[in-house]
């Protein structure tokens, strides 16, 4: 009886050692900053250049990307010369019809996003960069632009904060 009880142990034992032995860590928000180095981050707020205009387009991004570094870093905002800065402006807002249905009129329009974006990283100008983050969305031509602009506009604005964050900070 004993015998039977201590074959089973004697095979779990190996393995618990070498689980007590592994550990894994990770973080939930992708953000790999020192913060005994970097400790703050100063955003400007970033105009609408773009030639079609959408008035709540601008102060949405603004509060965006500003809410995204609040809730993922603890990272102190500050009005300028943050340890990481962040600049840029609204370049394009544009919508394309994207397909035709049968009878020869558009079915799907696409949405289109473009914000530059100035990064500057006062601790290590070697990650500084100055690029364009793009994002697309689509809609049924039967629908009106004002309908859906709304929602439409703040995924791509999600999408576009998303590509900024992970570029900045999660140095993926």
Same mark, same amino acid.
């Given at each position: ?9 004697? =095979? $779990? ?5 070498? =689980? ?8 939930? &928000? ?10 703050? $981050?100063? $955003?400007?707020? @970033?105009? %609408? ?10 102060? =949405? ?5 500003? /809410?995204?570094? %609040? ?11 943050? /340890?990481? =800065?962040?600049?840029? *402006? ?28 100035? @990064?500057? &990283? ?7 960069? *100055? ?6 969305? *689509? ?10 602009? *709304? ?14 964050? %992970?570029?900045?900070?999660? %140095?993926?």
């Amino acid at each position: 009886m004993r015998r039977g009880i201590l074959k089973p142990i004697l =095979m $779990i034992l190996p393995l618990a050692v070498l =689980m007590s032995g592994c550990s894994i860590s990770y973080k939930l &928000n992708g953000a790999s900053i020192d913060y005994n180095t970097i400790k703050t $981050i100063s $955003i400007d707020a @970033f105009s %609408n250049r773009a030639a079609y205009q959408w008035a709540p387009m601008a102060p =949405m991004f603004n509060t965006s990307i500003s /809410d995204i570094y %609040n809730r993922q870093t603890k990272l102190r905002q500050v009005k300028r010369d943050g /340890d990481l =800065m962040l600049s840029g *402006e609204i370049t394009s807002y544009d919508q394309t019809n994207k397909s035709v249905s049968a009878d020869g009129y558009s079915s799907m329009v696409q949405l289109k996003m473009t914000v530059k974006v100035k @990064f500057t &990283n006062n601790k290590n100008h070697d990650d500084d960069f *100055e690029k364009g983050f793009t994002s697309t969305r *689509e809609y049924d031509s039967s629908q009106q632009l004002s309908s859906v602009q *709304e929602e439409l506009v703040q995924q791509m604005i999600d999408d576009i904060v998303d590509q900024v964050f %992970n570029a900045t900070v999660a %140095n993926w």
